[in-house]
């Protein structure tokens, strides 16, 4: 038998939500960040919980209830995030989970950063990502990306922490304070890191034309090199 030709598919690892042992200090002590580092694959809908409850007023400012963390905790999050869940699965109750909800959530394996983007548009939310980046002299937070559908959808922002094939998604409260990064309030997209020479940013925001502009952002997770595959199609 003569094999004339042989066919591959290249594809690339998909990383899906879990639960991260050992995250950086810096989130667990940070309160403009909720880790919620629960194992139970559930932190984008906790995510997603917490952008979702209904708006109330602390300190003369409007914040998502579940952001309130004096008054709402990890378990307040999490009974929410199971209702959105199930909700996906046609599975709606009062109190008690039913059977066939209590096996989707125990067999519940995460999901991949395509369906938390499919998520948020289904919902209508604009969500900004941010990435923690840190070497042996500095850290900082980064903007990695942005899932932005209508401008008349609230805008939230999320952090972003891999190892190895598993993302722990987290709800930033404050993201401007964090990560000294400033996103213009008109067009969501143009962007100024730091307080040296902010004029510009102003100066941007006062004549900004409010139409969003999705810049390149590269991907993070490339496909093998295989150039002895790739430059022979067949």
């Known amino acids: 038998t003569i094999v004339s030709s042989i ?3 290249v594809s690339r690892m998909r990383k899906v939500t879990g639960h991260i042992k050992d995250l950086p200090k810096e989130f667990l002590r940070s309160e403009c960040i909720i880790a919620d580092n629960e194992d139970d694959k559930l932190c984008f809908f906790r995510f997603l919980a917490i952008c979702l409850s ?3 007023v602390v300190n003369n400012v409007e914040i998502p209830k579940l952001s309130y963390t004096l008054k709402y905790r990890i378990q307040d999050r999490t009974k929410a995030a199971k209702r959105i869940l199930l909700k996906e699965h046609n599975i709606e109750y ?5 059977k066939r909800g209590l096996n989707i959530l125990k067999e519940f394996k995460g999901i991949t950063m395509e369906q938390m983007e499919e998520l948020a548009k289904k919902y209508h939310l604009n969500i900004n990502i941010y990435e923690f980046h840190k070497t042996n002299s500095s850290s900082y937070y980064d903007l990695s990306e942005q899932w932005f559908f209508d401008k008349t959808y609230p805008t939230h922002s999320a952090l972003l922490f891999s ?3 598993i993302i722990h998604i987290m709800y930033i409260k404050n993201a401007e304070k964090l990560t000294q990064i400033h996103i213009c309030p008109k067009c969501h997209s143009y962007t100024h890191h730091g307080d040296s020479q902010i004029n510009r940013f102003k100066t941007h925001v006062k004549h900004c034309d409010g139409v969003f502009k999705k810049n390149f952002i590269p991907n993070k997770e490339p496909i093998p090199f295989c150039p002895h595959i790739l430059n022979n199609p067949v």
């Open 94 to 98: 009062t109190t008690k989970i039913p």
């Open 7 to 9: 066919s591959f598919t």
């Open 163 to 165: 190892k190895d094939q």
């Open 54 to 56: 209904d708006i109330i």
